[in-house]
């Protein structure tokens, strides 16, 4: 879990920065998961669709895929977002969430531990919704 929050803490400290054909300025950023939808339990084998609802704080956040990472039989699952470093940039609306979702392939019969982050505690810790799902 050090190493989840290490590479999350990395990633907000060292926005990589880029330049297009315009000149737009961009980082990228990890949002939390808001929630998730997951399966009571896995059939080995099978491929399965994980919704995952998250906010992102301003309009020029934009989706840019999952992070994935799998350490032993556990999983853990972020939003990635690029963010347009633009000057009219406006807040979203709270509850205007967006949805992703993760196509999940069941390569062990072991059970699976699904972990994804929900963000830092005041102590800078990583929070995360976690999940337990059986493999039949």
């Avoid at 956040?61 to 350490?71: E, L």
Wanted: charged fraction near 15%.
């Amino acid at each position: 879990m050090k190493k989840i929050v290490l590479l999350i803490s990395i990633v907000f400290l060292f926005n990589s920065c880029s330049s297009d054909d315009n000149n737009v300025r961009v980082h990228y950023a990890m949002l939390p998961v808001i929630s998730a939808v997951v399966p009571d339990s896995f059939t080995y084998g099978e491929t399965y669709a994980i919704k995952m609802t998250y906010y992102a704080p301003t309009t020029c956040h934009a989706f840019d895929g999952v992070y994935h990472d799998k350490v032993l039989d556990t999983r853990t699952f972020a939003i990635q977002s690029v963010v347009y470093e633009l000057d009219n940039c406006m807040p979203n609306v709270m509850g205007n969430y967006a949805e992703a979702v993760l196509n999940l392939k069941i390569d062990s019969h072991d059970m699976y531990y699904l972990k994804f982050w929900n963000g830092n505690g005041p102590g800078g810790e990583g929070l995360f919704l976690e999940y337990e799902i059986p493999v039949n």
